[in-house]
């Protein structure tokens, strides 16, 4: 009799040890194994032989006929529960399927197909030369400079060289078109992974990928950030496509950010690693030129014929209202571009980014916002106390009833959402095939789902949020509307100014993409903001040091890490004093953190619980996960969040 630990892939298994099984045969470390857990069989993997233990063992119910897991998916997994603190039953569960498939899945691999692909720009020719050898690249590639084209080239030569790659998108929307790319460069070598596929298909995707590999045949996985944990054996690629986006951040344990679990990853198979984008974030940007890692630049177009100033960019000042008699959300500057843009039977895009319901305090007629005097964070409006809060720190402060700085009374609370500007679309253009797109949308109304019709220039007007920003190539388009250009500015939150570049950078990076000439009219309430001047103008080294300056004064990323600690209780008076008593006990204990809070959450109450946070600051990541490792009873806690919403 032989005695394994086995880590189960369980979220009913909370705790970070494996456990301890018997089994009557001798089994190798990944062995893929089904196992008894209270009244249920749960598939786990072997992390090691162990000697006798003192208790009496379970019997592994069955040795599935499968391939180990890679030595560097268990390295990986190791490293996870150190780095991102959670059970190792929901950690388990990244790296195994939910279930062994009965069918296994057709897809023969092909050679690699090269027919078809247009010539390398000498932008894209130095960006393939320069993203060569292991480790951590950044492609700064603005859009429309052909970023998927030196992929398909990396992946091309890594298949070459008998190695895997893995290529993300931020979006389960946006595998469809990417995955089309490269099925038709490589044919059924292709492999789409995310969790938007049935179960069953996401089994039998699971099983093919580990028989590739066990075969030693390279495939190319395409999908979102889950895709980083498929059973591969020899990875030389992987592509963090739109590496800005929040997207690839996970939201509930154990919040992994998959740009750094991409990074171990490499590391574990000596792999290239390419973060690509035209708006990286800060940090990732800092961290590459404090260590040296190769940063490529690609600021020409693929494929364009036309002249610079084909490209027209309008800025309407929403103060202005003399600009609005036909509609209280279309200027007339933004509906005759529409009128001409239809006329000549293009699409027009409409965006605006509501993604959230949060009011905000502001000055209609100078554009004061009320800001935190700690954070420098834009402060929340809280109807039912009439207060202004700052959900980083305890600032809080009543709402002025004119306008500190210009004494006017036009202090505004209120904003619009996309289903009022479709609304008005419709009554403005009747005869116009109007398409929104955001969360709020059925499954039949997606945006992955009308694809096709969206490309091929079927839709008139498409209206939506952020959904519209992320990677879209639309060959019809002739004219971007952004509704307000300010509205992402209002959220609390650190983030917020990087963010806004990055959601008006990519808007506006949807036209002018070479297919033809194209007009942008933004519509913003500070339209002399450097900001806005820096989107417009493409000029991304001056609002990172400009927003480097700002993380430099006030203590975030990347000079800390962050820690966002949140208690729920029946009142919010408990929940207050719950976290006081933890923040005072914290404070004690470490001298060389720095604790913000306590404060309400940015949803302070939900399902009949009010939640108030903790943000700890701290130099040393391990500091961090210290707290993690004996956090009380009653606590949820996101390290490295993307944002203290």
């Not at 078109?177 to 059924?188: K, Y």
């Not at 609005?324 to 959300?329: E, G, L, N, T, V």
């Not at 079927?458 to 019809?476: E, H, N, R």
């Not at 493409?538 to 820690?563: A, G, H, I, V």
């Amino acid at each position: 009799m032989w005695y394994v630990e086995v880590f189960v892939a369980s979220a009913a298994y909370h705790k970070a040890a494996p456990l301890t099984y018997s089994t009557g045969q001798k089994l190798a470390a990944g062995s893929i194994v089904a196992v008894p857990l209270r009244q249920k069989t749960v598939l786990g993997f072997v992390a090691a032989v162990v000697p006798r233990p003192e208790f009496a063992a379970k019997e592994i119910g069955e040795v599935m006929d499968l391939p180990p897991l890679p030595a560097a998916l268990r390295k990986l997994h190791s490293w996870l529960l150190t780095y991102y603190p959670a059970p190792s039953g929901i950690i388990t569960q990244l790296f195994l399927p939910s279930g062994i498939a009965k069918k296994a899945l057709e897809q023969p691999t092909t050679n690699v197909l090269t027919k078809g692909l247009p010539a390398l720009t000498p932008d894209q020719e130095q960006a393939v030369q320069s993203l060569a050898g292991p480790g951590l690249h950044i492609l700064h590639g603005e859009t429309g400079s052909g970023k998927t084209r030196v992929y398909l080239e990396l992946a091309r030569k890594a298949l070459e060289a008998g190695r895997s790659s893995i290529i993300l998108t931020p979006e389960i929307g946006l595998t469809s078109q990417l995955a089309a790319t490269f099925q038709a460069t490589f044919g059924s070598r292709v492999l789409i992974v995310h969790s938007g596929l049935t179960e069953s298909v996401r089994n039998q995707s699971w099983q093919w990928a580990a028989k590739q590999a066990e075969l030693n045949e390279p495939v190319i996985i395409i999908g979102a950030r889950s895709g980083l944990f498929s059973p591969l054996s020899n990875v030389g690629l992987i592509v963090i496509d739109e590496s800005h986006e929040t997207a690839y951040k996970q939201d509930q344990a154990p919040y992994y950010h998959a740009a750094t679990v991409a990074a171990k990853l490499a590391a574990l198979h000596q792999a290239t690693l390419v973060l690509g984008s035209a708006t990286p974030l800060i940090s990732d940007y800092f961290i590459a030129e404090a260590k040296g890692r190769q940063i490529v630049r690609m600021t020409q177009l693929a494929a364009s014929n036309l002249p610079q100033e084909s490209q027209e960019s309008i800025v309407v000042d929403l103060k202005d209202r003399s600009q609005f008699s036909k509609s209280s959300y279309l200027s007339e500057a933004l509906l005759k571009a529409m009128r001409q843009t239809l006329a000549k039977h293009e699409q027009v895009l409409l965006f605006l980014n509501r993604r959230g319901t949060a009011r905000v305090i502001f000055c209609q007629n100078c554009t004061w916002q009320a800001t935190c005097p700690r954070c420098d964070l834009p402060l929340v409006y809280h109807g039912d106390h009439h207060t202004m809060r700052c959900h980083s720190c305890s600032y809080r402060d009543k709402v002025p009833t004119s306008c500190p700085q210009c004494q006017s009374a036009d202090i505004i609370f209120k904003s619009i959402g996309t289903k009022a500007i479709t609304d008005e679309v419709k009554r403005l253009f009747p005869e116009s095939k109007v398409m929104r797109f955001d969360t709020d949308n059925r499954k039949d109304e997606r945006l992955e789902a009308n694809y096709h019709t969206v490309h091929s220039g079927d839709v008139d007007v498409i209206v939506g949020t952020q959904t519209l920003a992320k990677g879209l190539d639309l060959p019809k388009l002739g004219l971007v509307g952004i509704i307000i250009a300010d509205t992402g500015l209002y959220f609390p939150d650190f983030s917020a100014q990087e963010r806004t570049f990055q959601l008006l950078s990519q808007v506006l990076g949807r036209v002018g993409r070479g297919h033809r000439a194209g007009t942008t009219v933004i519509q913003t309430y500070s339209p002399d903001s450097p900001l806005l001047q820096s989107a417009i103008t493409k000029n991304w080294s001056t609002f990172y040091n400009t927003e480097l300056d700002e993380r430099r004064r006030f203590l975030f990323p990347p000079f800390c890490y962050l820690l966002k600690l949140t208690c729920k209780r029946a009142t919010s008076e408990s929940a207050q004093k719950t976290a006081q008593h933890f923040a005072d006990q914290l404070r004690s204990q470490n001298n060389n953190i720095t604790i913000e809070g306590p404060a309400p959450a940015f949803h302070e109450k939900s399902e009949n619980k009010f939640a108030w946070q903790l943000i700890v600051k701290a130099k040393r990541r391990e500091q961090l996960t210290a707290i993690i490792n004996h956090l009380p009873s009653g606590w949820s806690y996101d390290i490295d969040p993307m944002n203290l919403l």
